[in-house]
C-alpha cells in the first residue's frame, strides 16, 4: 500500500496531548475533540501551504534559469525581493525541497506539517533510506526535526582552526586594557615598564661584554 493511502488510516491516537505538555484532566470531551480538531486542520493546512509554496518557487526557479546551468541574478534578486513571506534562505530550501523530494513523494501534501522548511530541505537533500525514515516518522505523526535528520545522516560539524592570536589581537587586547585604566594607573605602569627596560639594557649590556671576553680568549 502507497504510503499515501496509509496515511489516510492515521486516526487521533497519533496526538498525544500528554507528550507535548498539555493537560486535558480538566476539559471535557468536546472541548478534546476541539482541540484535535484544531491541530489537525492547521497541520494539514500547514503542510499544504509549504508544498504548494515550494512548487510555485521551483517553477519560477526553473523558468528564470531557461537552459542555463547556473542560477541567474533575477532569481538571486527575487529572493531577496520580500515580495513573498519568506526569506532568501527559505526560498532556496523550499524549492530544493520540492526539486529532490516533495515532488517524487508518495505521501500526501499534509504530511509535511510536521517539519521546519530548513528540515524539508536537509531531507531533501539526503539519501533514500533516511527519506524513507523520515516518511515513516511522518506517517505516524511524529514531528521531524532539523536535529533528527543530521543524527540520521550522520552530520558531524566542520572543525574550527584553532585562532591564532598575533601582534594585532595582541595590540587590541591590549587597547582594552588601557581603556579600563585610571590615569595614575597608566603612570605607574609607564614608570614600572621604563624601569624594567634600563634593566634589559643593563643585562644586556652585560652579555655582550660577556662575549668580548669569550672571543678574545679564543
Do not use: H
Not at 516533495?102 to 528540515?119: K, P, Q, V
Not at 588601557?178 to 594607573?185: D, M
Not at 615598564?193 to 669569550?214: D, I
Amino acid at each position: 500500500m502507497p504510503l499515501a493511502q496509509r496515511l489516510e488510516e492515521i486516526t487521533d491516537i497519533s496526538i498525544n496531548f500528554s507528550k507535548s505538555g498539555v493537560d486535558t484532566a480538566r476539559l471535557s470531551d468536546y472541548q478534546v475533540e476541539m482541540m484535535k480538531e484544531a491541530v489537525f486542520g492547521l497541520r494539514e493546512s500547514t503542510g499544504a501551504y509549504l508544498s504548494v509554496c515550494s512548487k510555485y518557487l521551483y517553477e519560477l526557479k526553473e523558468v528564470l534559469r531557461g537552459k542555463s546551468k547556473s542560477n541567474p541574478r533575477e532569481w538571486t534578486q527575487f529572493k531577496k525581493s520580500g515580495l513573498v513571506p519568506f526569506s532568501a534562505k527559505e526560498i532556496q530550501d523550499l524549492a530544493n525541497a520540492w526539486e529532490k523530494w516533495l515532488s517524487t513523494t508518495d505521501l500526501d501534501e499534509d504530511a509535511f506539517n510536521l517539519m521546519g522548511i530548513r528540515t524539508l530541505s536537509r531531507v531533501a537533500n539526503a539519501d533514500s533510506k533516511t527519506k524513507k525514515v523520515v516518511e515513516a516518522k511522518l506517517l505516524s505523526g511524529e514531528r521531524v526535526t532539523e536535529a533528527d535528520v543530521k543524527e540520521l545522516t550522520g552530520w558531524k560539524p566542520k572543525s574550527t582552526k584553532p585562532t591564532v592570536v598575533g601582534l594585532e589581537a595582541t595590540l587590541k587586547q591590549y587597547g582594552t586594557v588601557v581603556a579600563t585604566k585610571t590615569v595614575g594607573s597608566l603612570r605607574k605602569d609607564i614608570v614600572s615598564m621604563k624601569r624594567k627596560n634600563l634593566e634589559l639594557e643593563e643585562k644586556l649590556k652585560e652579555l655582550q661584554n660577556q662575549l668580548k671576553e669569550a672571543k678574545a680568549k679564543a
